[in-house]
Structure formats: structure tokens, C-alpha cells
């Protein structure tokens, strides 16, 4: 494809995939240009959109910036495809949905890193890697007839217009844990609707995924449980629990059984999760500032004694105190 016919194909692209006769329904706003091959058609594989949608009269934002960012998506696009083709890179070529979850999980923690180091240069860089693993994935998606990138694009534009009633079909909602509280059940009726009326129910915690960090699954169960009105009623009743919990950990203790600890601990950090959601504090977050905190201080420590012909190893346990006490007050 030659460069300056590149805005030509996006135009062909978007046409074909809004006259596929394999589209299910109609897309409920035009929502720019979507980036497949000639020769791919669209798979739909979930419920159509509500047909109580409001006429929506939504401008595609085509202005220079963002027509720019379509032509560069889909040069990344015909990258990503010429590495994975017959005469392209063996190492791309070799790559399958298994070999790129752990880049995947990198480059998202990389993002993170970025944003918590306020590295905006960084942040940049590191949201190209993240963009890119959508594309990789899409584009082996769309070698094996599974999907495309433009049905990827179709279904979370799609999704936003659903799960936000409140801005497109007439509904209200005021405050944020509104908002959530209908995406929830938003969800759910998409969910009871794709397994068909005649599937045994599907229990409220269900469909969270157990296969991610802990951290992450504790805040998704909690959250759950919490917006079907299970919770406490205040932050003083989960602090009471966590001290409750602690007790019962030094109970384990005593008794010597490892098992018994590690389930109280794991009580105990399910409970303060729970601080955190009630008190809206991400213990992600609040986590990685933690470890950041003590990286810095360590690294005061560790200078100090350098400084001074000596190291951590071999270092009494009071003088390290008085240098963490000192690393403390810096600012």
C-alpha cells in the first residue's frame, strides 16, 4: 500500500465493514474508521445493541490530531502484518496468544511505572508497546478467521454506548457509584442473554477471573459483593474486623500451624482490601507508593553506609534504625 493512499483504504475499510451482510446490527453511532485487511469479514459474536437507543448525533472527531492517529494505527497495522508474513520475521512468525501473555502482563506494569514516576517521555513509549500487543493479538486473530481489530474496535465502541444509559439513552445518574451500579447490571443482563434463558444461573462472583494477581481478583470479589449490599456499613466496622482478624493470626501462631496462619493473613489482607474500597483508596496503588517509598529510604541507607566504608551486611540493627529514622525526614 502506497503511503499517500492510505486515507483512500481506511475509507474502503470502513465501508466494507458497514456493508457486510454478516453484521448482526447496524452500529448505533459512526464511529470513525475502522482498520481491516480487503477480504476479512467482520464475526459478531455478541447480543445485538438495545433498540431503545436515542438518535444519537455524535461528530467523529476528525480533526487533524486524531485523522493523523487513524493513519498511523493503521501503519502499525501493516506492520505488525508484513512481520507475521510468510517472508517476514521468524521470531514474530513463531509468537502465538500463549508466547505473548507475559509481554502482555510487562508492558502493562511498565505503564504503571511510567505513570507512578511521572516519566511522561517514558509513558509515551510504553503506551506504543501496549497499543501494539492489541494489534499482535488481532492480527493472529484475524490470520486464523476469529476476529479482526476493526470487530475489536466495533465491540467496545458499542459497549460504551450500552453500559452508559446515562448519556445516550435517556437514563440519569448523578454520582459515579450510579454509574457502576448500572454497568454491573448492564453486564449482567448482556451475560444472561449470551448464555441463553434455559442455562443454570450463574452465581455473582462467577465470572470474575481467578487466573489474575490476587490483589486485583480481592478488589473484584469485594466490589461485587459490596454492590449486591453485602458490606459493612462503615469503614470503623471493617477496622474492627481486621483487628479481629489479627487476633485470630496470633492465635494461629501460637498454635504453630502454617496453615492455619496463612489462611488468617490471607483474612486479614482480603480484610483491608476492603478498608481501601470502603475508604475509595486503591491498595494497588497505595501498595506500589509503599514500595517506592521504601526503594528510596533503602537507598539513602545504603549511600550513608557507603559513604562511611560500610555496608548494610554487618551493620548493627540500631545503627540502621537511626540511618532509617534519617532517610525518613528527607524530603
Not at 151 to 157: E, S, T, V
Amino acid at each position: 500500500m502506497e503511503p499517500d493512499k492510505s486515507a483512500n483504504w481506511l475509507c474502503f475499510f470502513e465501508s466494507q465493514i458497514r456493508q457486510s451482510p454478516t453484521r448482526r446490527s447496524p452500529l448505533p453511532v459512526k464511529s470513525g474508521s475502522f482498520c481491516i485487511f480487503p477480504g476479512q469479514t467482520p464475526r459478531r459474536s455478541g447480543p445485538p445493541s438495545p433498540a431503545r437507543m436515542l438518535p444519537l448525533n455524535i461528530t467523529p472527531l476528525m480533526d487533524e490530531d486524531s485523522a493523523t492517529a487513524g493513519r498511523k494505527l493503521q501503519r502499525l497495522i501493516e506492520i505488525m502484518a508484513r512481520l507475521r508474513a510468510p517472508n517476514g520475521c521468524p521470531w514474530d512468525r513463531e509468537q502465538s496468544f500463549d508466547t505473548i501473555k507475559k509481554y502482555t502482563v510487562e508492558e502493562t506494569y511498565e505503564v504503571l511505572d511510567a505513570i507512578d514516576r511521572r516519566d511522561w517521555d517514558g509513558l509515551r513509549e510504553e503506551l506504543g508497546d501496549f497499543i501494539l500487543q492489541a494489534v499482535f493479538y488481532a492480527q493472529m486473530a484475524s490470520e486464523e478467521g476469529r476476529f479482526s481489530l476493526g470487530d475489536c474496535l466495533d465491540a467496545i465502541n458499542e459497549k460504551l454506548i450500552r453500559r452508559h444509559p446515562h448519556i445516550f439513552a435517556g437514563e440519569t445518574a448523578h454520582t459515579g457509584d450510579q454509574v457502576l451500579k448500572r454497568w454491573e447490571e448492564i453486564k449482567a443482563a448482556e451475560k444472561h442473554a449470551k448464555r441463553g434463558r434455559d442455562d443454570a444461573p450463574q452465581g455473582l462472583l462467577d465470572a470474575i477471573p481467578r487466573a489474575q494477581p490476587a490483589l486485583i481478583e480481592a478488589q473484584q470479589i469485594s466490589s461485587r459483593a459490596a454492590r449486591s449490599g453485602f458490606d459493612w456499613s462503615n469503614a470503623e466496622g471493617v477496622i474492627a474486623k481486621i483487628e479481629e482478624e489479627i487476633a485470630e493470626f496470633r492465635a494461629a501462631r501460637e498454635s504453630g500451624s502454617g496453615d492455619s496462619m496463612e489462611d488468617e493473613l490471607g483474612d486479614i489482607m482480603f480484610a483491608v482490601v476492603n478498608l481501601a474500597r470502603i475508604t475509595k483508596v486503591d491498595p494497588e496503588q497505595a501498595l506500589r507508593r509503599t514500595n517506592a517509598k521504601f526503594r528510596k529510604r533503602f537507598a539513602y541507607l545504603e549511600k550513608r553506609l557507603a559513604e562511611q566504608g560500610d555496608s548494610v551486611n554487618g551493620t548493627p540493627i540500631d545503627r540502621l534504625e537511626a540511618l532509617w529514622q534519617e532517610a525518613k525526614s528527607e524530603r
